[in-house]
T-cell receptor
């Protein structure tokens, strides 16, 4: 079983749609969680951290379910510029070396 | 602006040649930098941890004699792919950890797309 699993997609949605991505992780002792965005052949960029209480940043909402070892990202009112690959990232120990990346979910927002 | 600079962005080379990739932290000192490799539609895989002034720590399955890492200063780490072959074609990304005012964040270079013919 992969340490971090994501649905690879692709997700093709119309502008304005709401889309949700899911991610599961295998290490129950994992301490911190992130969503990164990666454009084609570019470096990953931190989108948001994920907290147990859930957190929201504009159109983006992230949630964590420790019991189910499950993380989600919800994007509301999708924009064309949201088209990218979204990486679920888990840090089991708090050490930067331990960052484990999911393979990403590809999103294309269509006009 | 970018806090980690990676060069070159693209490299096309013949099989058997060596390629050097540079990773610089521009406005902070990085005692530790990380090198990742990413194949198409796959996740970033950590190759090695580069430590300033000491030997790099390689992940299991990564050949240290093939992927030479030098971290000679607090702002520069280099990855040299020696005797590159087509199977080494990949996207290589470095990252550096910044502490202090930046709160232990991880910053990524812009990546290097290596194509070995």
């Amino acid at each position: 079983r992969k340490e971090v699993e994501q649905d690879p997609g692709p997700f093709n949605v119309p502008e304005g749609a709401t889309v949700a991505f899911n991610c599961t992780y295998s290490n129950s002792a994992s301490q911190s969680f992130f969503w990164y965005r990666q454009d084609c052949r570019k470096e990953p960029k931190l989108l948001m951290s994920v907290y147990s209480s859930g957190n929201e940043d504009g159109r983006f909402t992230a949630q964590l379910n420790r019991a189910s070892q499950y993380i989600s990202l919800l994007i509301r009112d999708s924009k064309l510029s949201d088209s990218a690959t979204y990486l679920c990232v888990v840090n089991p120990s708090g050490s930067a070396r331990q960052l484990t990346f999911g393979s990403g979910t590809q999103l294309t927002v269509l006009p | 602006g970018a806090v980690v600079s990676q060069h070159p962005s693209w490299v096309i080379c013949k099989s058997g040649t060596s390629v050097k990739i540079e990773c610089r932290s521009l406005d902070f000192q990085a005692t530790t930098m990380f090198w990742y490799r990413q194949f198409p539609k796959q996740s970033l895989m950590l190759m090695a941890t580069s430590n300033e002034g000491s030997k790099a720590t390689y992940e299991q399955g990564v050949e240290k004699d093939k992927f030479l890492i030098n971290h000679a200063s607090l702002t520069l780490s280099t990855l040299t792919v020696t005797s590159a072959h087509p199977e080494d074609s990949s996207f290589y990304i470095c990252s550096a950890r910044a502490g202090g005012m930046r709160g232990e964040k991880l910053f990524f270079g812009s990546g290097t797309q290596l194509s070995v013919l």
